[in-house]
Each structure stands twice: as C-alpha cells, then as structure tokens.
Nanobody, 126 residues
C-alpha cells in the first residue's frame, strides 16, 4: 500500500510559477513509476507528466512540455512538479499517481494507475 499526499497548490497569476509536491508512504516507492494528472472543471482527468523509478525517463503532455518539469527524490519518497509560465488553462485539480507501468504506457493512456492522491487545486488567474 502506498499513500500519496499532494501539496503546493494555490492561486497564481498567469505567467507565474508553482511547485507541487507529492509525499509517498510505503517502501515500494522507489520501484514505482510516478505521474501527475489533472482535471479541470467540467473536463475529464488528463495526463500531465510521468517519471520512471530512477528518474532517468520522463514524458509530458504536449500542452505542458517545456513549461513543466517532473522530478523525484527516492530517498525522501517525494515527487515534484515544477510549473512555470502558468496559463489560465492550467487551472485544475492536480493528482499524484503511482503505477507499475512504464512511462511510455502511461503517456499513451495504456498504463494502469495503482494509487492516487486526493489532489491539490491550482488556480491561474488571467
């Protein structure tokens, strides 16, 4: 069992930055692929970014590529999402997720998410 708790959300102006954190419990963390998803009001949850167990492989949704960076610290059981140049369309609840699937599988929508966090709200004002 892995529990995921997100933090770092809030209100920011367009063009600003936020750093989301995800704290994970459980000894299996370092073997898991970690990902971020988001769900905007009235929309389906969508993939944002993923990182493999060692941190060497990452992938991003086209909408956030070159603006967001995913990273992890296996010693601290943490995953991060650095979000720069935020846009109003980035407004959403952001979820941390853990998976046994490969990064490319999650990117393509074929991965299986084993654990979800409860989410943190990011609001970007124009």
């Amino acid at each position: 069992q892995v529990d995921l708790v997100e933090s770092g959300g809030g209100l920011v102006q367009a063009g600003g930055s936020l750093r989301l954190s995800c704290a994970a419990s459980g000894r299996a963390f370092s073997s898991l692929t970690m990902a971020w998803f988001r769900q905007a009001p009235g929309k389906e949850r969508e993939f944002v970014a993923a990182i493999n167990w060692g941190g060497a492989t990452t992938d991003y949704a086209d909408s956030v590529k070159d603006r967001f960076t995913v990273s992890r610290d296996n010693e601290e059981n943490m995953v991060f999402l650095q979000m720069n140049t935020l846009k109003p369309e980035d407004t959403a609840v952001y979820y941390c997720a853990a998976s046994l699937s490969y990064v490319y599988e999650i990117f393509r929508g074929a991965g299986t998410i084993k654990y979800w966090g409860k989410g943190t709200l990011v609001t970007v004002s124009s």
